[in-house]
DNA sequence: ATGGCCAACCCTTTTACATCA
DNA sequence: GTTGATGTAAAAGGGTTGGCC
């Protein structure tokens, strides 16, 4: 089974035919210039060619035996630093994702409460009755996150600006007519649908919706409208 | 095709030695 | 100086695999 059995008879003749636990007695750590040689041919080749083995073997004045332990030892040492360096890699990947989402998770904040700010905007409007000329103006800014404007003009036409967020991530998408009309309190209005752009509707789906609720992200409040106000 | 043998490897554990408090 | 704890490297032991007959 294992290939030194004639190879190690040699060096340690006194000790294999000695009772097991006085075995290796002389067991000693190789000279510098052994380990030296060995580690730069471990460099070039992990394995070494049988020939090579006893020839390397030779040179140093060991056993051949003695140089397959050293690779086999060195290799598991190598591969065990490779592991180590493998999970560092891992650990500061997982760091860097961890830290994007947190971000991420706040702008998808950001733009809830801004949805809900022009939610109730677009509600008081209704309530209240027509609107008459170039009125209202609400600007909430939430930091660096963008801004909300809604404006109305002498027509009466509503116009929206959301700041880079809305159109980075899409907030609505026409696909969201149950939404647009259970949420906004409208039926297809032309002029407010056509406002929005058509986008991706991954963050605007039923199930988004339930998601952010179950986040906690409508635990505050902004420019004092509490976001339960928004389903009545 | 199958099984035995052998060599080489890997993984785990043991052993000997060095270092340090 | 010695002693025990600890770390490290060399080596042993056992299991697995692949080539050969």
């Given amino acids: 089974m294992l290939d030194y059995t004639e190879e190690m008879a ?19 750590r190789f000279s510098d210039e052994q380990i030296k040689s060995l580690e730069s041919m471990f460099e070039s080749e992990t394995r070494l060619e049988p020939r090579k083995k006893l020839q390397v073997a030779k040179e140093l004045g060991l056993q051949p035996r003695q140089v397959a332990i050293w690779f086999q030892n060195k290799r598991a040492r190598w591969k065990s630093k490779q592991l180590e360096r493998d999970y560092n890699i891992l650990q500061a990947n ?37 609107c008459c000329g170039q009125v209202t103006e609400t600007n909430c800014n939430d930091g660096d996150k963008g801004e909300t404007t809604v404006k109305s003009d002498s027509e009466g036409q509503l116009s929206f600006s959301m700041g880079r967020s809305e159109h980075a991530l899409g907030v609505l998408s026409d696909d969201d ?19 929005v752009d058509p986008a991706d509707d991954s963050l605007t789906s039923r199930e988004e919706w339930r998601s952010f609720d179950s986040d906690g992200l409508f635990d505050q409040s902004n420019c004092g409208y509490p976001w339960w106000d928004f389903w009545s």
Wanted: charged share 35%; proline share 4%; no cysteine.
């Fill in 94 to 130: 997982y760091d860097n994702l961890a830290a994007k989402y947190g971000s991420l998770k706040k702008e998808k904040q950001a733009l809830v409460i801004q949805l809900q700010k022009l939610n109730d905007l677009i509600k008081k409007p209704k309530e209240e009755g027509q």
């Fill in 10 to 28: 040699e060096p340690f003749s006194s000790v294999t035919t000695t009772k097991k636990k006085n075995r290796n007695r002389n067991k000693r």
């Fill in 177 to 195: 007519s149950a939404i647009k009309t259970d949420y906004f309190g409208l039926e297809e209005d032309p002029n407010l649908m056509s406002m």
